[in-house]
């Protein structure tokens, strides 16, 4: 898989701090969170001194190398601390480009605004029964690059319980913060509990499906194979021969369509967010038209 970030990614993401705020303060993130750093000793990042900064927190060697006035800047216990899963399940491999590398870039994108706008982000891959923490709490933009090349070494394979995953994270948090799952939700598993167990634990929620462009309009047509992506050989039950008509073009769109219905009904009796993107579309589409504002159904 090719790196997930470049030099245009943050400059569209630069770009787009005037979203985040929205979305961080509006119904995606915390109300309550702090709008500043703190005096903990968990040092966070370096910003340019401006009138009225405490002359305490001046950096000096920092001034005795680049002639300019920066202060520290440390975690504030009050900060959100966003928690974003990534199911990595073999069925996210797919497509062109594929929904694994979209929802990578996905995570990317929350967990760099997260930090611009002052929060905290950790990153949690979900694969079968178990919740891996890639890169333990993100805080600054240093941090943030670090964590990035642990993104680019998630592999995608097997099969995902999301459910029991995300309960079988070790620190999950409490009121605290916005747990994101990106998924495309094409499985079996009991998502429907991990988000109730996270609203249990006072989380906000918002869910991302990632499809792949394929999967929203499929071209095919004909007698074909149908190889299911977790399947375990040709002979997995899972496989199944069909002729592609557009009768049955038109069924699995109504299919799809009744799914992703079903997926924003319970969403809406949960005040969860909830956002469709297609795997195909760029950072900038998915960051500027659609906002990163995953919108709670009323």
């Given at each position: 898989m090719k790196n997930i970030v470049d030099g245009s990614f943050f400059a569209t993401l630069e770009v787009l701090d005037l979203n985040i705020k929205k979305?961080?303060?509006?119904?995606?993130g915390g109300n309550h969170r702090s709008s500043a750093y703190g005096n903990s000793i968990e040092f966070a990042d370096f910003r340019e001194?401006?009138?009225?900064?405490?002359?305490?927190?001046?950096?000096?060697n920092i001034y005795g190398r680049f002639d300019k006035l920066f202060i520290k800047l440390y975690v504030d216990e009050r900060q959100q601390h966003h928690h974003v899963y990534i199911d990595t399940s073999a069925s996210m491999d797919w497509g062109e480009p594929s929904k694994a590398y979209a929802a990578l870039?996905?995570?990317?994108?929350?967990?760099?605004?997260?930090?611009?706008?002052?929060?905290?982000?950790?990153?949690?891959?979900?694969?079968?029964?178990?919740?891996?923490?890639?890169?333990?709490?993100?805080?600054?933009?240093?941090?943030?690059?670090?964590?990035?090349?642990?993104?680019?070494?998630?592999?995608?394979?097997?099969?995902?319980?999301?459910?029991?995953?995300?309960?079988?994270?070790?620190?999950?948090?409490?009121g605290d913060g916005v747990s994101i799952i990106i998924s495309d939700f094409l499985t079996d598993s009991d998502w429907r509990s991990a988000v109730d167990y996270l609203l249990y634990r006072g989380r906000e929620v918002v869910l991302v499906q990632m499809l792949s462009r394929d999967?929203?309009?499929?071209?095919?047509?004909?007698?074909?194979?149908?190889?299911?992506?977790?399947?375990?050989?040709?002979?997995?039950?899972?496989?199944?021969?069909?002729?592609?008509?557009?009768?049955?073009?038109?069924?699995?769109?109504?299919?799809?369509?009744?799914?992703?219905?079903?997926?924003?009904?319970?969403?809406?009796?949960?005040?969860?967010?909830?956002?469709?993107?297609?795997?195909?579309?760029?950072?900038?589409?998915i960051l500027f038209k659609k906002g990163l504002e995953a919108e709670v159904v009323k």
């Open positions: 979305l961080m303060n509006g119904q995606f001194y401006t009138a009225g900064d405490d002359l305490r927190s001046i950096d000096w870039r996905v995570a990317a994108a929350f967990g760099y605004l997260s930090v611009q706008a002052m929060d905290r982000v950790t990153f949690f891959a979900l694969k079968d029964s178990d919740c891996e923490d890639l890169c333990h709490t993100v805080v600054g933009k240093d941090a943030f690059y670090r964590a990035v090349g642990k993104l680019n070494q998630v592999e995608f394979y097997g099969e995902t319980d999301l459910c029991a995953a995300i309960k079988a994270c070790e620190n999950p948090g409490k999967e929203i309009a499929p071209g095919m047509n004909g007698k074909l194979q149908l190889m299911d992506s977790e399947s375990d050989g040709e002979e997995d039950v899972r496989n199944y021969k069909s002729e592609i008509t557009k009768s049955s073009v038109k069924a699995y769109a109504e299919a799809l369509a009744y799914h992703e219905n079903e997926i924003r009904k319970f969403c809406a009796s949960r005040a969860v967010g909830f956002m469709t993107l297609c795997s195909d579309e760029s950072i900038e589409k």
